[in-house]
């Protein structure tokens, strides 16, 4: 029986690599795209790596997930919630597969720490991961490192795009190193499907944007994609989201300070950052003196937390410096708002007051800064939706919303990151019974159920997305029969994840927003 693959490449989209491809500087992507069936995959808002990703693996919007971003405040409690593995309760595409007999493994799936048990393994994902147990079946992880000196996270983690050339390097040899474990637990294991991740190819984007580094990054990718293209699978190439180049910065919570809707106090992180003590600053001395990949797996992330990034202020310090009694609006990164206030007409007369002055909000290059803004509602269906901010806007491509509170102005030219995401990511199928051609746009949500019927499973009826037929050729078998359907597993409940200690709650990694 033919294994089916899927290639997640964080952050990819058809407009940045195009030039590559026609240039020939990624041979095996153009084979693939030629020979394939190829599109848009629309992400849910916000076009973020969480929760997309999940949105992707079990079929559903984020409100029936429950998770929205990195962060959720809670402003009843007035706190941040930081997800992670155990947020995430809907059943996934290789538990619909287990139930159907069919062998499964996952390898660097964001969120997916602690690691839970399916059948064959799981391998957890960055960046909300440790370098500790971080494989199920446990006995896994020493296999990989002493096999392909395997990790999860770089020694040194990318902050910046200065003098960061050691970074680069090691994020590259990530890459490789997860597309070779891929390949020979592949060819080692009976295994009918297996889904990996690339997850620091965005980071490269995010910090270079369309630079020699993150081609660089494309070119190893499709070197050591040569293997699948060329072996007997099903393949699919699948992102998370798109990515395109920034030319504003929008500090969100610095414009609801302009407009009233937000009030702060000045506190010790705050006079930090004032000084310029930062994160980033603080990081590269370490990294100077050659002690990072000592001092960084021993310090509590809670501590660095405690320092303000190069942009400002963030997470549970950001919400130090908030005068709640003074609030009605909060914002965290990449196009979200939570509204204060408990009465429901007050809640709907200030989503609608600032709807209407976000509206009016300019980018440096004379643009809005917002392309769409929506009610949660608007967005959202099931039974988590109370959970999601009050007003989700659509950044307009080349517009990266800062969660930060701390700097002077509400619009500026970027500085570090050159890249941002953007809902139009990539799809693309290739192998059996799939025909050359542009399907056009699907959204995220479609891939899953296509995985499924492909390989003549049925669909759970409770998922958003639907088989993507028109990627099949006519004459083939997937084109022929109808879609099966089926009822949902139960949820995957926390109970049957493992525990989480206090330093992996805080744990985000250094990449410029919330990681």
């Known amino acids: 029986m033919t294994q089916t693959v899927v290639i997640g490449l964080d952050g990819a989209n058809w407009p940045l690599i195009e030039p590559w491809i026609d240039e020939g500087h990624l041979p095996n992507l153009a084979r693939l795209r030629e020979e394939g069936a190829h599109g848009v995959s629309r992400s849910r808002l916000p076009p973020v790596t969480c929760p997309n990703w999940k949105c992707y693996a079990s079929g559903k919007n984020p409100g029936k997930l429950g998770v ?10 007035r706190s941040i919630e930081l997800p992670n593995s155990r947020s995430f309760t809907s059943p996934e595409i290789w538990d619909y597969l287990n139930d ?20 064959e393994f799981m391998i957890a994902g960055g960046p909300r991961s440790r370098e500790v147990d971080y494989t199920d079946p446990p006995e896994l992880q020493a296999d990989l490192e002493d096999r392909f000196d395997y990790r999860v996270h770089p020694e040194n983690v990318l902050t910046s795009n200065k003098d960061a050339d050691a970074a680069v390097e090691m994020a590259h040899q990530l890459l490789r190193t997860r597309l070779r474990t891929a390949r020979d637990l592949l060819g080692e294991r009976d295994i009918d499907f297996l889904h990996v991740t690339l997850f620091h190819l965005n980071v490269l984007q995010h910090y270079f944007w369309d630079g020699p580094e993150t081609r660089r990054a494309w070119e190893i990718i499709d070197e050591e994609l040569e293997p699948f293209v060329k072996g007997d699978y099903d393949l699919v190439i699948m992102s998370d989201h798109g990515c395109t180049e920034i030319d504003t910065v929008f500090y969100i919570n610095r414009w609801l300070e302009e407009e009233g809707y937000l009030s702060t106090e000045t506190t010790l992180a705050s006079r930090f ?31 660095i937390e405690r320092f303000p990034t190069d942009e400002g202020v963030v997470r549970e310090e950001k919400l130090d410096m908030v005068d709640w009694e003074k609030t009605t609006a909060i914002g965290s990164g990449q196009g979200l708002i939570y509204v204060v206030a408990d009465d429901e007409s ?18 440096t290059n004379g643009e809005p800064v917002a392309r769409e803004i929506h009610n949660r509602e608007d967005l959202y269906d099931g039974d988590q939706v109370e959970k999601a901010p009050d007003i989700v806007f659509d950044q307009r491509p080349g517009v990266h919303t800062s969660e930060a509170i701390g ?7 970027p500085d570090d990151w050159r890249g941002e995401n953007v809902p139009e990511g990539l799809v693309l199928f290739h192998g059996d019974g799939i025909q050359p051609t542009d399907i056009g746009e699907i959204r995220i949500t479609d891939i899953a159920p296509t995985v499924l019927h492909w390989m003549d499973e049925p669909v759970p009826d409770d998922v958003d997305g639907e088989p993507a037929t028109g990627a099949f050729a006519p004459d083939s078998d997937p084109a022929q029969r109808a879609v099966k359907w089926r009822s949902p597993l139960p949820d995957q409940g926390a109970d049957q994840r493992a525990d989480l200690d206090e330093d992996v709650q805080d744990r985000l990694e250094d990449i410029g927003y919330l990681e």
């Open 68 to 77: 929205y971003w990195w962060e959720r405040i809670d402003t009843d409690d």
């Open 273 to 303: 950052h004032d000084v310029g003590i930062t994160q980033e600053r603080i990081a590269g001395i370490v990294r100077s003196v050659g002690l990072e990949k000592y001092i960084r797996p021993v310090v509590p992330r809670q501590i």
């Open 407 to 413: 700097p002077d102005e509400v619009v500026s030219t």
């Open 100 to 119: 159907a007999d069919r062998s499964a493994g996952v390898i660097n799936l964001p969120m997916s720490y602690p690691p839970r048990e399916i059948d």
């Open 346 to 363: 007050e809640r709907a007369a200030i989503r609608e007051s600032l709807r209407s002055d976000l509206a009016g909000v300019i980018g």
